[in-house]
């Protein structure tokens, strides 16, 4: 037996369009209320859209991330909701984890920028001082070379004079040992 107050509405309307290149509306209508979704192939941020019109004309939409977050489109957007970009609708219904990449982007290319920039200047001051160490390592070497250079000529006078001493010491111990 059927319950008298129960009523079922097999009316349904269908229908599917494309709107542009990246996204697809299907509309139904199921017992005075329209609900068109308009599905995004190819945002990172806007997986689809729903516009709901109500039997008394009030409408309203909500915006699915691919996230799988869901947010209510202002009143004031409802009317572009299945012809604005997908970002347009994230920026209108509050997303806004994408945009602090954009606006990250450029503080990361500027800093960059500025650190090539410090590099170059580290290398274009190194370059000189590096140089002027050459330069002064080489003087040293030069001075350390002309001060041994004596002290390699005494060095080798004292030895010959260390062997001429040995030899007179060394002759007269050979003399005072022969009977």
Excluded: C, H, W
């Excluded at 269908?14 to 308009?38: L, N, P």
């Amino acid at each position: 037996m059927a319950n008298a107050n129960m009523q079922t509405s097999t009316a349904t309307d269908m229908s599917t369009t494309t709107a542009g290149a990246d996204a697809e509306v299907v509309t139904t209508e199921v017992g005075g209320v329209r609900t068109q979704t308009r599905t995004f192939r190819n945002n990172n941020r806007v997986q689809r859209v729903v516009v709901t019109t109500e039997g008394n004309g009030k409408r309203t939409a909500r915006v699915y991330t691919s996230g799988g977050q869901v947010r209510d489109l202002p009143e004031s957007k409802v009317e572009t909701a299945l012809t604005a970009t997908g970002d347009a609708i994230a920026d209108a219904a509050g997303f806004v984890g994408d945009k602090a990449e954009d606006v990250g982007r450029p503080v990361a290319d500027k800093a960059k920028d500025v650190g090539r920039g410090v590099a170059d200047k580290a290398e274009d001051v190194g370059r000189p001082v590096a140089d002027k160490a050459e330069d002064v390592g080489r003087g040293v070497a030069d001075k350390a070379e002309d001060v041994g250079r004596p002290v390699v000529r005494g060095a080798k006078k004292v030895g010959e004079k260390t062997v001429d001493g040995a030899k007179k010491v060394g002759g007269a111990i050979k003399d005072a040992v022969k009977p």
